[in-house]
């Protein structure tokens, strides 16, 4: 099974179901569906179809990891941001990281590879996965993720996705 809405039912939690919780929570969104985006330059290849101008958007990247002590993080970055997992497991204070498999990916987070996004935390947070996101999003108007799976895009105002972070009560750790 790949990461687009074709297969959301096996997940524990649909996208649909997502966006209607969303919906009921009264957060703001605006929904795109496009192919499947598998990777950053996947998502350089449709992202500025969705542009507003003037907005400040931020694009992500997405990294699921565990330490040596088998513990779980979600790390959210801007999709341009250089990363070395040696520097960084250093920066969190957790030692030497390497990417969780895709059982666990779907354990922990309840998504597959492809589909890694911060909204991904309404699973995340009953399986203890520490969530860390890059400082720039406290600059950002809207920020661009995944709704659990990879062929639909949510540009969600920081707020919103700040309050929604506050409904699945997930501690966001701020990277410099």
């Not at 179901?17 to 496009?34: C, I, N, S």
């Not at 990417?99 to 995340?124: H, K, W």
Request: with cysteine; hydrophobic share 40%; net charge negative.
């Amino acid at each position: 099974m790949d990461a687009s809405s074709t297969f959301q039912d096996t997940l524990p939690l649909s996208s649909d179901a997502l966006l209607v919780q969303l919906d009921d929570w009264g957060l703001t969104y605006r929904l795109h569906t496009h192919i499947p985006l598998r990777t950053v330059e996947d998502a350089k290849g449709v992202e500025d179809q969705f542009m507003v101008p003037g907005e400040n958007v931020l694009r992500l990247k997405n990294l699921y990891l565990r330490d040596k002590k088998k513990r779980n993080y979600l790390v959210t970055l801007e999709q341009s941001r250089e990363i070395d997992l040696k520097a960084l497991g250093a920066e969190l204070g957790v030692g030497n990281l390497s990417f969780g498999s895709a059982d666990r990916l779907l354990q922990n987070l309840g998504i597959r590879p492809g589909a890694v996004s911060p909204l991904a935390m309404i699973n995340g947070v009953e399986h203890n996965v520490r969530f860390f996101m890059d400082g720039a999003a406290q600059q950002a108007d809207v920020i661009n993720m995944h709704p659990l799976v990879n062929d639909r895009t949510v540009a969600m105002p920081r707020t919103d996705l700040m309050a929604f972070f506050d409904r699945v009560g997930c501690d966001v750790n701020w990277l410099p």
